[in-house]
């Protein structure tokens, strides 16, 4: 798994989600960003282009080296300054409070261990800063629900860890956040893979 991780599944990745549907997503996710930004999951760079102009530098986190090479042209094309800052987003190497908000598109799904994540991410944001997330989970009808739990351990193995029956909002509030905007439904595609939520949620202190 080690190559088609490294090497494979990036560009997989990069593919599947740079769809123009999905830059639609993007642009109203990135909506009201500001200053020093923490992004997990940063992935190829995709939310690049979308950044608004009040963003000053965004704090990458991605453990993917070819994603980190296929994010350049992106950056380059880009008046935000992008620092790479870490491979881990359960383990941030940012300072309390550092941070204006934070950003994580379709990583939720993936990392080990969301909670934890969220809880990192509540600990560099300041206090009343937000957390912008863009992720697929589980859906409300029970009939595309029963689907998703079937092929999740086939996309788990296929897709590095990435689950089908997350929910997002409950994972903002059990990692120290307030769902301030939601918005809920299915895009474009099979349904087990396209119930989206997009949310922006404030830093409960």
Known sequence: MGLYREHVLPRIVDRACGSPELAAWRRRVVAGLH????EIGFGSGLNVPHL???VEVVMAVEPAALGRRLAQP????SPVTVEHVGLDGQTLPLDDASCDAALSTFTLCTIPDPTVALAELRRVVRPGGRVHVLEHGIAPDESVATWQRRLEPVQRRLADGCHLTRDPVA????GGFEPEWVEQRY???PK???YFTAAVAVRVD
């Open 35 to 38: 200053g020093r930004v923490v």
């Open 74 to 77: 992106r950056i380059d094309a």
């Open 52 to 54: 608004p102009d009040d």
């Open 187 to 189: 895009a474009r595609g």
């Open 171 to 174: 994972l903002l509030r059990a």
């Open 192 to 194: 087990p893979w396209s």
